[in-house]
């Protein structure tokens, strides 16, 4: 018996639906999507501009307790230039690091959730984005 699965969703836990949707959705360049009219309490879905993969935001009040065990990384051909763009949405410098020839910020969303910026690993794919203003 053969079957298909693919990754579907990067799910971040946010306690504000509303601000996440806005802050993600400038992050990435995402739009919101139509989800069922009962799903919208917990949930929103966001499609990235060149990608299947949707980012899930899922409503939790939990509180961050450790370092996430999952995160994403946003690579740009400017690093100081995305971080000033991204601090502007909410999200906070939490640390700097250079290893292995490469430089990065860790950075923290307004939940605590942490994600990376690092430098153009994928030159070829990152040419075809568009470039923020």
Known sequence: MTHRSRLV???IDVSDLEAAVTFWGKALGASEEDIPEESRPIYRKLRLPSSDIRILLQRT??????KERMHLDIE????EAEVQR???LGARRWDHQRERGFEFWVLRD??????CVLQTEYPEILARQDPWE
Not at 61 to 66: F, P
Not at 110 to 115: A, Q, R
Request: no cysteine.
């Open 110 to 115: 307004p939940w605590d959730n942490e994600f």
């Open 61 to 66: 009040h939990d509180r961050k307790l450790s």
């Open 76 to 79: 740009t051909d400017d690093v």
């Open 86 to 88: 991204l601090e502007a």
């Open 9 to 11: 969703h990067f799910v």
